[in-house]
């Protein structure tokens, strides 16, 4: 069993930033896919960002391209999403969730990640 945590969630204006973290523990694997998927009310849940942790090769979605940061700390199995220039509709619950695999094995294939956090909300307002 994984366990996923996330933090860091918050409301905050447009244009300002957040910094969530996703902390794995338990059977994690050596290396694997943390992705961050968001979800607003009424929408359906997209991914966001994805980084493999056996390299740190990360991929990000256009409509966060350029805004959105990934980060690994291997050593306390966390992943960090810095969030920057933050729009109203970034505004969702935001879940990182794991999958044993590269992440272009699971792009687009939610089912595919086995392990969900409990999700943290980010508010932005206009």
């Known amino acids: 069993q994984v366990q996923l945590v996330e933090s860091g969630g918050g409301s905050v204006q447009a244009g300002g930033s957040l910094r969530l973290s996703c902390a794995a523990s338990?059977?994690?694997?050596?290396?694997?896919?943390m992705g961050w998927f968001r979800q607003a009310p009424g929408k359906e849940r997209e991914g966001v960002a994805s980084i493999y942790t056996g390299d740190g090769s990360t991929n990000y979605a256009d409509s966060v391209k350029g805004r959105f940061t990934l980060s690994q700390d291997n050593a306390k199995n966390t992943v960090s999403l810095q969030m920057t220039s933050l729009k109203f509709e970034d505004t969702a619950m935001y879940y990182c969730a794991t999958a044993p695999s590269r992440c272009e094995v699971v792009a687009g294939r939610d089912l595919l990640f086995h392990y969900w956090g409990q999700g943290t909300q980010v508010t932005v307002s206009s």
């Open positions: 338990g059977s994690t694997y050596s290396s694997y896919c």
